[in-house]
């Protein structure tokens, strides 16, 4: 969808932002930018609207040699958000919104329509927000205006530079959530600058790695983790980056434990005789269906009366999460609720647990998995501790 073809940029002044670039991003798919400060992502990126033309090179949108196109057309092709997000203070959220259909001759109330579900779509209720002015928003609120106004006229291609930078971490990573979200919906094909190797991780479907003026590794998330090409990408990912790549690597019903289990329905002597045959002290409680109820531990179940069921006497289990999760939301509940493990679930369905042991296995294999070029359950070793 986007492609570079040897692009090289120089400055007046001789210096050289981009030199002999060449890579594609496919159409839907989310490439991050990733660098140090002044390597050549925003130049990169602002040759794609042509707000900067290339010194050599060819760049093409949709097949299109961009060099070719009219710049105000092609622009509005392309969303743009910027961190400095550049609303219109004396327009309100709505009108700000609509401003690139309305400019492009749609009917005002069309655009405005459409506005009202672009706010919609990135969180904001245009009933309460609609009518505000930029300056009465927070800085996130803010940040997702300029998302939907990019978004307003439905641009197949969406430029992002540094769209999150202006917010705090917890914000950030609200926004980022929101974004990921929505580009399931409607995945636009993406090119985002970031500085930030956490937030290219998260959002990339690919990442390229800026040296100066240069791609250094352009590959996914797991695999810029897992294997940097260079040592320069190694230092630039950080020595943490088993941490990051906790954020990139699902959780699969391979990885789970399965703990004892008793049925809701069950009577609670009966169950607890079974977890004592079992040398369990708790177990993972399910209704008929298989969903997950709770859990129970066997004291309780041996304290019960005659006629006791296991159901009654479940804890709420708030220690879950749903399969294909990253490890590093397992990790975040596990320690909001001082749990040993975290329940896993296919909708309500109980898979298994996941336990620190079995997370850190399912840490190594998805390096090691990189390392080999082999998919994750093809790669073996005895223990963790042989890793
Ligand atoms: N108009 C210009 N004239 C001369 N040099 C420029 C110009 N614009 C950018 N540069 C230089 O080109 C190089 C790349 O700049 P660019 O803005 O693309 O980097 P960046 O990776 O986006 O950095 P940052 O993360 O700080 O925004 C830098 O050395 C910068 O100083």
Redesign the pocket.
């Known amino acids: 969808m986007i492609r570079f073809d040897q692009v090289t940029k120089r400055?007046?002044?001789g210096?050289t932002?981009?030199d002999d670039l060449s890579f594609e991003v496919g159409e839907g798919e989310l490439v991050t930018l990733v660098?140090?400060?002044?390597?050549?992502?925003?130049?990169?990126?602002?040759m794609v609207n042509r707000l900067i033309e290339p010194t050599s090179g060819r760049i093409f949108v949709d097949g299109e040699d961009i060099s070719k196109v009219d710049p105000v057309k092609l622009r509005r092709r392309i969303g743009y958000v910027i961190q400095q997000v550049g609303l219109f203070p004396h327009r309100t959220v709505l009108d700000n919104t609509a401003t690139v259909p309305a400019l492009i001759g749609w009917k005002k109330s069309t655009a405005r329509a459409r506005a009202a579900e672009l706010l919609d779509l990135v969180g904001l209720d245009p009933k309460q927000y609609g009518s505000r002015y930029p300056e009465q928003l927070s800085g996130g609120q803010r940040q997702r205006v300029g998302v939907a106004r990019a978004l307003a006229a439905d641009p197949p291609v969406l430029l992002m530079?540094?769209p999150f930078g202006a917010v705090d971490p917890v914000v950030r990573e609200q926004l980022q959530d929101e974004f990921l979200r929505m580009q399931a919906a409607v995945r636009k094909t993406v090119l985002l600058?970031t500085?930030d190797i956490e937030e290219a991780v998260r959002l990339g479907d690919r990442i390229a790695v800026?040296g100066e003026?240069r791609i250094e590794q352009f590959d996914t998330p797991g695999a810029v983790l897992g294997t940097p090409a260079t040592p320069y990408v190694a230092e630039f990912v950080g020595a943490d980056r088993g941490l990051k790549r906790l954020s990139v690597t699902e959780i699969e019903p391979d990885d789970l434990d399965q703990p004892a289990v008793a049925r809701a329905g069950d009577p609670a002597r009966q169950a607890a005789a079974r977890l004592r045959d079992d040398d369990a002290r708790w177990a993972v409680v399910l209704d008929a269906d298989g969903d997950l109820h709770g859990w129970v531990g066997i004291d309780e179940l041996s304290l019960a009366g005659e006629e006791g069921l296991v159901g009654d006497l479940a804890h709420r289990m708030n220690a879950w999460v749903p399969v294909g999760a990253p490890l590093k939301q397992a990790f975040g509940v596990m320690l909001q609720h001082d749990a040993g493990w975290v329940a896993v679930l296919d909708g309500a369905r109980f898979l298994g647990v996941l336990t620190p042991a079995k997370l850190h296995e399912a840490l190594r294999r998805s390096v090691d998995a990189d390392a080999q070029g082999v998919a994750r359950d093809e790669v073996s070793f005895d223990s963790v501790a042989d890793a």
């Not at 660098?35 to 990126?45: A, D």
């Open positions: 400055y007046a002044d210096t932002a981009v660098g140090p400060s002044g390597c050549g992502k925003t130049t990169t990126m602002m530079d540094e600058v500085h800026y003026g």
